[in-house]
């Protein structure tokens, strides 16, 4: 069964049922209820049309659960609509499910994890590690968002920032592991900018375009993470690149700098270079400063630090990490890096494995595994 096709369907199946009156959490409960069924039903027969047949069912199980709830009187008008047999629409509503669900009733952080667990596809634990929070934690804000939208009309939608926010974390999971997702966010995002004419929305799209770029070289042959400074130049996608510049500098001439775009100047600092030797680190870490004072971000903090390593040397960097709380995700893993430039192989070595133990994924433990290995062989030569 096709699981991505799944997937792709679910974000205009829920738009429907909420388009036609269904609250949000009682349209996503019968959406999952629908996803279930097709998981049993389709391995034996998939339908003709996948999209058609989970709207059918979808809408059934929504009314069934509208019949056997206490605000049925509500709903009476809803029950003679079921969508008539044939192809659904094939009109794209995922984009506006996005604002939607950032409605004005939610605080952002709110409407933002709502919004990834319920039409981006992510679990609650992706979103929590996103947001640097426990699991838990994380489940009952989305609980909480999930009680305050159901009932309400969903005719007043979010704001463009929540949503670019959204977008921005889908991508960024998309692109630590399923491709597929990686390119619906570089799609939803190329429709908002048609839409709206406003710097973040143009600069968050060349930020992506400017990552996506690198995606084929991201990886060896046999799936180990391959760092960017080893990666081959030459397997980077120059048309994206070149994309993802000429829509950054239109952004940045309108003088109107915001976080995404200063993001996407650092990746095209990183693009530009011929090889990593010639990376211009020192207007990188300026730009991480411009990205600092934007958002205050701590895992920005961690990142500056990498790039002072490679502009200053690496005890600058180790200076700046210092003053950093060791408890964040990579520090560890940047600490093993510094210290290996700084010559300190067996700190290194150490801290490598420690951080190998802390990853997040397979991929990122088996890279730092591997790093820890590396440097141990080297000492005992």
């Known amino acids: 069964m096709d699981e991505a096709l799944l997937r792709s369907l679910t974000p205009s199946v829920l738009a429907i049922l909420v388009r036609r009156g269904a609250d949000f959490a009682a349209a996503e409960d019968a959406v999952q209820e629908a996803l279930v069924e097709a998981v049993?039903?389709?391995?034996?027969e998939q339908p003709r049309d996948p999209k058609g047949w989970l709207v059918t069912v979808a809408w059934r199980k929504f009314l069934d659960g509208a019949r056997a709830d206490t605000a049925r009187r509500r709903r009476e008008g809803l029950v003679d609509e079921e969508p008539a047999p044939g192809p659904a629409p094939a009109v794209d509503?995922?984009?506006?499910l996005y604002f939607l669900c950032a409605h004005p009733s939610l605080t952002p952080s709110s409407a933002v994890a709502l919004t990834l667990r319920a039409v981006g596809g992510l679990t609650t634990r992706q979103i929590a590690q996103a947001y640097l929070v426990p699991e838990a934690t994380m489940a009952q804000r989305i609980s909480r968002a999930k009680r305050t939208v159901s009932g309400v009309r969903f005719d007043r939608p979010g704001d463009v920032a929540t949503v670019l926010r959204v977008l921005y974390l889908v991508f960024n999971e998309g692109y630590s592991g399923d491709v597929d997702l990686a390119a619906e966010a570089i799609r939803l995002t190329r429709q908002l900018a048609a839409q709206v004419d406003h710097p973040e929305v143009a600069g968050l799209l060349a930020l992506m375009l400017l990552h996506h770029a690198r995606r084929a070289a991201r990886t060896a042959p046999d799936g180990s993470l391959v760092p960017l400074a080893e990666q081959d130049r030459g397997r980077w996608d120059t048309g994206s690149i070149a994309e993802g510049v000429a829509i950054l500098q239109a952004a940045l001439a309108r003088d109107r700098l915001g976080e995404f775009q200063a993001q996407a100047a650092i990746a095209a600092l990183h693009a530009d270079a011929p090889t990593a030797e010639e990376t211009d680190w020192v207007q990188i870490v300026e730009w991480y400063d411009e990205l600092a004072r934007l958002t205050d971000s701590p895992v920005v903090r961690l990142n500056?630090?990498?790039?002072?390593?490679?502009?200053?040397?690496?005890r600058a960097g180790l200076a700046a990490l210092a003053a950093l709380d060791d408890a964040l995700p990579r520090h560890t893993a940047v600490a093993a890096y510094l210290h290996e430039r700084d010559g300190d192989l067996t700190t290194a070595a150490r801290l490598y494995a420690e951080a190998a133990r802390k990853a997040p994924d397979l991929a990122e433990r088996d890279h730092l595994t591997r790093q820890a290995a590396r440097l141990n062989a080297r000492r005992s030569r």
């Not at 509503?93 to 506006?96: G, I």
């Open 93 to 96: 509503d995922t984009l506006q």
């Open 304 to 314: 500056r630090a990498v790039a002072v390593g490679e502009a200053d040397g690496p």
């Open 40 to 44: 049993r039903v389709w391995p034996a």
